[in-house]
């Protein structure tokens, strides 16, 4: 069985054994739970169809958050796509995608929190425009998001996924690497590429800070899930080109739980400095929730 306290040792093991990581996990995660293969299939199945829902739903042009702060913009850059923008229309829709799902998020919708509800926005992002554009099949989508989780579950372990405690590089930043690797099995990379383009990913967003205006994961939360799945593209892209990380992943983890241990608490979800602090931000905060 792989060791989950390392990125390095589920891809050795999926090399070793000629498989993905997906194939792999799935495989060990029904033997360690006791449960069959095509069980635990069905369940993830379900959470990219969860996804999907979000996506859908949240590309309504008039859907708006609780706060009043957000919403709209997804459909704005789905329209934007059309002209095919300059980074592409691919990579817009998949920037829709993402913001789709975020903002459905803070207007009180179901999502998939991947690994977080503020990360929510980019593996989907990611692994449904690869499914949606037609570039691999629903089974392969259901079983990136194994390969995602598997790495996910070492960063918990390892680091940290919550901006409380590593800032936003726990949130977007672990997203981000989850997806990269995710991309890298559906885009037919190796394992080892899958660990480079999680590495790449985590090293493109040590050090950013937790701010939330207001304390919703709303501004400037939706927006980074954007910057996020642009950086699991580009670090995807990059691994399978054969970049190497020249800081091994499980490295890069460490380094991502010292940054964010030491970042000071006023940049950890307090909204008492960053963006949150800003003129602007106070303003913000004090139309949402009055005078306090």
């Keep these: 069985m792989p060791d989950y306290d390392s990125i390095a040792a589920i891809c050795k093991a999926a090399a070793e054994k000629q498989t993905t990581i997906s194939a792999l996990v799935l495989s060990d995660q029904s033997e360690q739970m006791e449960i069959p293969e095509e069980e635990l299939y069905k369940r993830m199945e379900k959470s990219l169809h969860v996804m999907q829902e979000a996506v859908r739903e949240g590309k309504n042009p008039d859907l708006r958050s609780t706060s009043g702060l957000t919403g709209g913009d997804a459909a704005k850059v789905e329209a934007y796509a059309e002209t095919g923008g300059i980074t592409g229309s691919f990579l817009n829709r998949a920037m829709a995608r993402a913001i789709a799902v975020s903002e459905y998020n803070a207007a009180m ?19 449904i425009s690869m ?18 989780g598997a790495v996910g579950m070492v960063i918990a372990e390892k680091a940290s996924i919550a901006g409380a405690q590593g800032g936003c590089q726990a949130e977007c930043g672990s997203a981000s690497a989850m997806a990269a690797a995710a991309l890298v099995e559906l885009a037919g990379g190796t394992p080892a590429q899958a660990a480079e ?20 994961v709303e501004i400037p939360c939706i927006k980074r899930n954007v910057s996020g ?19 091994p992943v499980d490295e890069c983890v460490l380094a991502m739980r010292q940054v964010g241990d030491m970042l000071p608490c006023a940049l950890k979800e307090t909204s008492q400095a960053g963006l949150a602090a800003t003129p602007t931000g106070l303003r913000l905060k004090k139309q949402v929730f009055g005078e306090t």
Excluded: H, W, Y
Aim: proline content about 4%; overall charge negative.
């Design 197 to 216: 383009a999680c590495a790449i990913a985590i090293k493109n967003q040590l050090g950013l800070v937790c701010d939330p205006v207001a304390g919703l």
């Design 109 to 127: 919708g179901k999502i998939v929190a991947s690994p977080t509800a503020g990360s929510c926005g980019i593996l989907p992002g990611a692994v």
């Design 131 to 148: 499914l949606e554009e037609g570039r691999c099949d629903e089974r392969a989508a259901v079983m990136a998001l194994f390969t995602a």
């Design 229 to 247: 799945i642009a950086i699991a593209f580009t670090s995807a892209d990059m691994a399978l080109a054969g970049v190497e990380s020249k800081i």
